[in-house]
Structures are given as structure tokens and as C-alpha cells.
């Protein structure tokens, strides 16, 4: 049930900003025409978790651990976001990031007394293995031998808005624009640096760490941008909550947590 695909990366601004916004419109509602077709049985509940593409490659290990009545959606979180609102039939949500779990919460679609900030990660920018540019930093994505540079869509995919607010603080924004392209997600952002249609691209290091086609050049330093904190939650609407609940507490068992710390990720407190 994981849902990839490509956003036009045409340079004239107004055009690109109506395509991904129609886009990203396609997609919500694609997930709420399709997530209603899940089967539930009453004496055996399955629950729906949507989870943050970047946690794709520790979840998939953690489900064998955990293999029952779990179905995974990974998008980004603005993408998961849009469609709980919108009534998908999603138990849990993994965010990266507080920003989507904060609006859900605001909403009143979170169950009380449920939320949980359950890992870390860090922004690490990457190029290609086989690469020649020489790069050690972030500013240097401003030379004009860097022709591409692949981030998450900011408005929906959390590791996308990250990187904006680096380029921000480090004042190279303006002059890095026209290099961008837009992945969906996390994963796509990765894949664009992996096949060498981008020189280089900022992801998590957790999702650098998954790959051998790339390198990681530099950590960027967290004051350049907000906490990478991944809260989880059960959905007010689930309707399988207490089996949502214990799926939820498996997440934060020793089990779990050797497994994401395997990955790279930190464990929050």
C-alpha cells in the first residue's frame, strides 16, 4: 500500500506551484477512495498504519516481529495528514514531524491522552557514491557546477520543509530555488540522488543510511532547524482502538527500539 510518484519539476514557478498543488489534492483524494476497501473483521481487528515514508525500511523489519492484523500506508506526513482529515481509515499515525501531528491534534482527531514522541532523526545532505563535485557543505550547493538538487515537497513532506529552513538560516535559499527538485516523499527524494538524476539532495540519515548508492557529505547542525521529533497516535475515529493501543505500546518496546536505533534513529524521551 505504499504510494510513490513523481512531481513536475518545471522551472516557470506558477506552473509548478498548481501542478503540485493539484498533486497533492490527487493523492488525498486517491487515499480516500482507496484506504474504505480494507477489510475489518470484528473478532479479529486489523488495524491501518500510516506511517512516514522514511520509517518504511524499520517498520517492514518490525512487522516481522509483529506481523498481526497490521497493514502499513507509507506517504509523507502531509500526505496522511490530508487524508485523516479527510476520514481514511487510519488507526495510527507515525508523523515526522510535530508540525502535521500538532494540526491533527488541534482538530480534536487525536485520542486523548494517547500521544507519544517516539523517535529522531537528523538532515544529512548526499550526493550520489560515484560522484566527483567535491562537496563538504551545504553552502556549496551554490555553485553553479550543482545543477540539481533533490528535497522533499516542503508543503507536504516534512524532511522537504527541514531543508528549507537550513538553506534559510544559511542564507543560500534564493540562489538554490531553480536547482530544486520535488520528490512526494522522503524515499523518491533519495531514489532522485541513487540514479543520478539529482547531484545531490537532503534527507534523513536514517534514509542515507539505507542505501549504498550514496554518500552522506554533511550532518546539517540542528540549529539550523526544528527538532526531527516522530510522534505516533491512535486516531480518534479507530475503530479498533485497544488493538490500535497495543500496537502503539509495541513500538516503544525493547524490540522495537533495537530495531529503529539499528536504522539510525534516535529514541526520544
Do not use: W
Request: with cysteine; hydrophobic share 40%.
Amino acid at each position: 500500500m505504499v504510494k510513490f510518484s513523481k512531481l513536475n519539476t518545471d522551472n516557470k514557478m506558477s506552473k509548478k506551484s498548481f501542478l503540485k498543488g493539484l498533486y497533492i489534492f490527487c493523492l488525498v483524494l486517491l487515499g480516500i477512495i482507496y484506504f474504505p476497501s480494507i477489510t475489518r473483521g470484528n473478532n479479529n481487528p486489523k488495524i491501518l498504519v500510516g506511517a512516514a515514508a522514511s520509517l518504511q525500511p524499520a517498520l517492514k523489519e518490525f512487522s516481522k516481529k509483529y506481523p498481526q492484523n497490521v497493514d502499513y500506508s507509507f506517504a509523507s506526513s502531509g500526505i496522511l495528514q490530508q487524508q485523516i482529515e479527510q476520514g481514511a481509515p487510519i488507526d495510527v499515525f507515525i508523523s515526522a514531524s510535530s508540525k502535521q501531528m500538532d494540526t491533527l491534534e488541534k482538530k480534536n482527531l487525536l485520542l486523548s491522552n494517547n500521544r507519544k514522541n517516539l523517535l529522531l532523526n537528523q538532515i544529512v545532505l548526499i550526493t550520489p557514491q560515484k560522484n566527483s563535485l567535491s562537496l563538504t557543505n551545504f553552502s556549496q550547493l551554490a555553485q553553479p557546477k550543482i545543477k540539481l538538487i533533490a528535497i522533499g515537497e516542503p508543503r507536504s513532506v516534512p524532511a522537504g520543509q527541514y531543508a528549507i529552513e537550513v538553506f534559510k538560516n544559511l542564507g543560500i535559499l534564493a540562489s538554490l530555488e531553480s536547482k530544486f527538485v520535488f520528490g512526494n516523499n522522503v524515499r523518491e527524494t533519495l531514489t532522485y540522488v541513487e540514479t543520478g538524476n539529482a547531484d545531490a539532495g537532503i534527507v534523513y540519515l536514517t534514509d542515507a543510511k539505507s542505501s549504498d548508492k550514496v554518500k552522506v557529505i554533511t550532518i546539517a547542525d540542528k540549529k539550523l532547524h526544528t527538532s526531527i521529533i516522530y510522534p505516533v497516535a491512535v486516531i480518534k475515529s479507530s475503530k479498533s482502538q485497544q488493538t490500535a493501543k497495543k500496537y502503539l505500546e509495541s513500538l516503544q518496546s525493547k524490540t522495537a527500539r533495537k530495531i529503529f536505533q539499528k536504522y539510525g534513529f534516535g529514541i526520544a524521551k
